[in-house]
């Protein structure tokens, strides 16, 4: 796999799933869906490749995996379709959101601001 890799970075490509710009040092979700695939499915082929992918992009690049990853190595254990994959991505994404909102709303801040809009202010 080392192989791969080395030669996708000297075609000037990226290695899809990791470094994540809000997680820098490691997503801990990421983390723990990695255990949780590492002890229920030890020897599936998903949880064998992410495994071998994660260590050597990490020592490689010292970049870590996005929870898309893992996502993907659940996906390939469970041998969803692409629909299904999609579905549980959409999913998960859903579950985060209604996080936020209700983090939102005990606080009564908004969350993760990172930008302001400059742009022309709509009429109204």
Known sequence: ????????????????????????????????????????????????????????VEQLLGIHPRIELAYAALALNLKLTNEQFQALVALARCVGWIGHALEQARSSQGIRPRARYTGIQPEG
Do not use: C, W
């Open 1 to 56: 796999m080392n192989r791969v890799l080395v030669e996708r970075l000297k075609q000037g490509e990226d290695i899809p799933g990791f470094e994540h710009p809000l997680f820098p040092a490691g997503d801990p979700r990421v983390v723990m869906l990695l255990k949780l695939l590492h002890v229920q499915y030890p020897e599936a082929p998903g949880t064998r490749l992410v495994e071998t992918l994660v260590a050597e």
